[in-house]
């Protein structure tokens, strides 16, 4: 799929991400949005996204994106075109309706557990991100050094900085073309994916201090509540890779992390080494993601969501002939 060939006949276009943002969301939406600006520039090209952490106001024109829509105040706007990047529409938060009236839609993601959302569907459960899919269709003669940057803040954050299982040959080729365009890719490395405010810093302490450790050490589970978080003046973009951290925890198969997100309610993050596939679990739970890394919202005390996982992790480690 080339993208300026789906979009050439659309007189205003509409880009959308997943509520809460991550790295790969932000980078993939932010490279869309600068590349078809620069190839339609007569064309209305809008972004919706929730705010941004503000790592990534290193990426050009990040101010530009319509957070007011975002935060509750509506939009009257039509588009022609409406590309959900890195989800489904029913994760596009108050961009929702922009997509479902639009004319055409289109999808483009890489999770599993996605189908396929638009009129045209580009889902491929392979690629390391968004990021590299958005690589893939645009023109590579258009590419310049800040789309070039955006893409890689994408791709470095869902990899875990070329570390994960996900990172494939073809994402490292797209990488080396990328950082062939000049940008510092080792200060964005330092400043979006590692460095971490002091708070950061003491919530990861925290969650890691208090973390337990259950099914025979298969398991590790840690979570922060509400009172913690505003007791820090913090939210859930200061809880950026401390499910990743835990999950480093040696003969520990699989992650469960989870913060407040209101009374009798917790976002999840799951994380797995290989054997258990924390994509159908979160399925399960009206979440999604991939098979190593996935999520969902669930109810009940602490307690209620651990014995609820552990229940489908138990199953699974039991079919991997772990139990
Ligand atoms: P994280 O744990 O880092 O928030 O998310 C891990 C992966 O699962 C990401 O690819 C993310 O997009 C996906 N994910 C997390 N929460 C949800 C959810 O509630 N629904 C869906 N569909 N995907 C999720
Ligand atoms: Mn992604």
Redesign the pocket.
């Known amino acids: 799929m080339k993208i300026a060939e789906e979009v050439k006949d659309a007189k205003s276009i509409g880009i959308g991400g ?1 509520i ?1 943002p ?1 790295g790969d969301c932000v980078g993939a939406c932010m490279a869309l949005y600068l590349y078809l600006r620069k190839v339609f520039p007569e064309k209305p090209v809008e972004l919706f996204l929730e705010q941004p952490s503000e790592v990534f106001r290193c990426i050009k024109d990040i101010d530009k994106i319509r957070t007011d829509v975002m935060e509750g105040g509506g939009c009257e706007e039509d588009f022609d075109v409406f590309i959900a990047l ?3 529409a029913d ?1 596009l938060g108050a961009a929702e309706p922009l997509f479902n009236r639009a004319e055409r839609t289109i999808n483009i993601d890489h ?1 599993i ?1 996605n189908k396929g959302c638009g009129t045209v569907n580009f889902i491929d459960p392979h690629a390391s991100s968004t990021s590299e899919l958005v690589f893939r269709i645009i023109e590579e003669e258009k590419l310049d050094k800040e789309i070039a940057k955006a893409i890689y803040i994408g791709i470095v954050h869902d990899t875990g900085v070329f570390r994960y299982s996900n990172t494939s040959p073809e994402t490292l080729a797209i990488a080396s073309k990328l950082v062939a365009f000049g940008f510092d890719f080792s200060e964005v490395i330092e400043k979006t994916f590692y460095e971490k405010t002091y708070v950061q810093t003491l919530l990861l302490g925290r969650a890691l201090l208090e973390s337990i450790l259950i099914m025979d050490g298969k398991c590790i589970v840690s979570g922060i509540e509400k009172k913690t978080l505003d007791f820090y003046h913090a939210d859930a973009k200061d809880l950026e890779g401390i ?1 990743s951290q835990l999950n480093q925890t040696r003969d520990v198969e699989c992650t469960i992390f989870m913060y407040q997100t209101g009374v009798l309610e917790y976002k999840v ?2 994380r797995s080494k290989g054997k258990v596939d924390v994509a159908e679990i ?1 399925v399960y739970f009206g ?4 098979m190593r ?5 669930m109810n009940g005390t602490f307690y209620d969501v651990v014995n609820n996982l552990t229940l489908h992790i138990e199953r699974q480690l039991k079919r991997a002939g772990m139990e």
């Not at 979440?287 to 991939?290: A, E, K, N, P």
């Not at 890394?293 to 919202?297: M, Q």
């Open positions: 997943h809460r991550d890195d989800t489904v994760r999770h557990s499910v993050s799951l979160a979440g999604g993601g991939h890394a996935a999520g969902c919202t």
